[in-house]
């Protein structure tokens, strides 16, 4: 495991880059992969720093500013950008004295980055700079200089998982924070436009796309010159993120470019600068797939079907229960439930609970199959208590020792047509001759289920049905959505999940526009 001290007097000998020490130290830190997720940690690779700082260009004359640092990988490769550029080691020391500013929350990260600098100039024969360069502390809560350049990979944390003194604090002083299910970096966004004149970030590339991020992206817009977006393309591999590099300049004369592009050097396309509405949230097509079916061969699924989303209990581990087997003289199905009880419920009650992330089938009840309470009658409308205890009073009992759990959905102050009603209705849905199960993930092309007997009630979550039209033919239609080039257009528009397969969720309004070769 290498240390500090040897990985210091191995820069000073000029038998190991300064660049490899620090990625040696993050490999060996102590810091656990539950604890880099807390912090939003993610080693950036030097390949990817440099490609980055390259972008920025940032020259020994002007000031710089990472307000993440980690063990330095930027300012490595700031350095080797500027010695590349034909910076002599007077104009680097300099630079290093003068205008070169750091920041960086985790204490032992920021001392080893110091040391390695150090290492660093006692190797080339220049004077290290004082430890004041770099502050230890949450750059979020510091006075920060303005700086000519910004480099740097900010932290990712989803605002949920923040503690709540720093979930208040990014809701009160970023803009791009005050509402909606954001991320950390936004606010690392927010403050690059304030604290510096260009720079560049590489961060999630969800920043281009999520509704969370709108008002992000109005305020980069003005000032955003280049978006080199790495779609499915895994630069931080084996860490699942997906990224994109975000450039901007105060002094931008044109632009932006948005590239979509797979690696560094693989193929690439972009956007034409005219398409500026791109970065406010509209997706764009993947140019670099190609359809093979054309546009006039294709009708949007909202011509061929209606789509209809799955139920919201708001309390699914109390309504589903799994069968065991049915007593045919008494109705009543022996059950399991959330917390391992064995509880008979009559058959009159339960419908078939269908989850299209997994099922592949959708028939009748039967032993081993998930099941829901169903207290409504076939049209949707809810039983009475009244009904209740004459249709299914075992049900009842079960829901009354529950009652609490039924009673806490919406924090207490939830206002249902019965206390023992789903939580919302939505997913009650009228019977029809013919239904289509299709999943809200998808890793390949649509295997979309048929429901048997749809004239009867059931329930579903984690997609939606799809009801045909009059005129549009179900197993047809499912043929259809299995044609490749749905699937293109799924993993153009929908959004990335990271995964084993190329995975992307996709809501109601994408899945009604997809263009389906019918």
Known sequence: MLTLSVACEAIKKGTMSVQDAAMGLDAASQMQASARKNDGVTYTPWDVACQVVAQADPKP???????????????????????????????IEDFLHHRLHAVELNEQAAIDARCLLGAWCEHVGIKPPMRLWLTHADSLCVCLPR????????????????????????????????????????????????????????????????NSASTLRRLLAPRTTKVIDFYQHLLFAPVRAYTAVWVWDEARLCGPDVTRQDGWSGPQATQSRAALRQLMGAPWPDPLRVASVGQSATKPLHALATVHSGIATLADKVYTVHLGSLDTASGLWTCKTFDGATVQLEDAILVPLYKWTKDTVAGAKAPRSRAIIYPYHANGKALTEAELTVLAPHALAYLKAHKADLAARDKGAGKYETWFAYGRRQGLHTPHPEALGVSTMWSGPADAVH?????????????YVLRPLPGVDATKLATALAHPDVWQQVLARGKMWAGDKPYRTLGAPLLRSLNIPY
């Open 147 to 210: 700086v000519d350049v910004m480099v740097g990979n900010p932290p990712y944390v989803r605002i949920q998982h923040l503690k709540a003194s720093v979930r208040d604090q990014m809701r009160q002083q970023f803009n791009s924070c005050a509402q909606g299910n954001v991320d950390l970096y936004y606010a690392f966004f927010e403050q690059a436009l304030c604290n510096s004149r260009r720079g560049a970030f590489i961060a999630p590339n969800s920043w281009l796309t999520n």
């Open 451 to 463: 429901v048997q007997n749809a004239n009867a009630p059931y329930v579903f979550v984690s997609g």
């Open 61 to 91: 004359s002007e000031s710089w500013l990472d307000t993440s640092i980690g063990r330095g990988m930027f300012l490595w490769a700031t350095l080797h950008h500027m010695q590349d550029s034909g910076a002599s080691l007077v104009d």
